[in-house]
């Protein structure tokens, strides 16, 4: 499985961005994909994760529930990571992930990951 993460870039305080993750390859026993970021100097953190399969049940860490919205286009097989009224502690590298087992906020569990894609957020 090949993850490409794209959309990333330069806003100002209160903007938005959205942000694209395209799988390609062997993708059909992927059960979830996540986006996670690592900001300079921090551990990697989970930010939204989101079932590929069924109703696609969405999973939000506490940080950008409610700012942060994570879709998908099955027939696209991407997922998109919406993000608004962006401040600059959401300054980071962004991945995006997929899993074969569950929908988890656990890098552990997942088993693919794309490049990054860097977000700077600017006062």
């Known amino acids: 499985v090949q993850l490409q993460a794209s959309g990333g870039g330069l806003v100002q305080l209160g903007g938005s961005l959205r942000l694209s993750c395209a799988a390609s390859?062997?993708?059909?026993?992927?059960?979830?994909r996540g986006w996670f970021r690592q900001a300079p100097g921090k551990a990697r953190e989970f930010v939204a994760a989101?079932?590929?399969?069924?109703?696609?049940?969405?999973y939000y860490s506490e940080s950008v529930k409610g700012q942060f919205t994570i879709s998908r286009d099955s027939a696209k097989n991407t997922v998109y990571l919406q993000m608004d009224s962006l401040k600059p502690e959401d300054t980071a590298v962004y991945y995006c992930?997929?899993?074969?087992?569950?929908?988890?906020?656990?890098?552990?569990?997942?088993?693919?990951w794309g490049q990054g894609t860097q977000v700077t957020v600017s006062s």
């Open positions: 989101i079932n590929w399969l069924g109703a696609g049940a969405t």
């Open positions: 390859g062997r993708t059909f026993s992927s059960l979830a």
């Open positions: 992930a997929s899993s074969n087992r569950k929908l988890s906020s656990s890098s552990d569990n997942y088993d693919y």
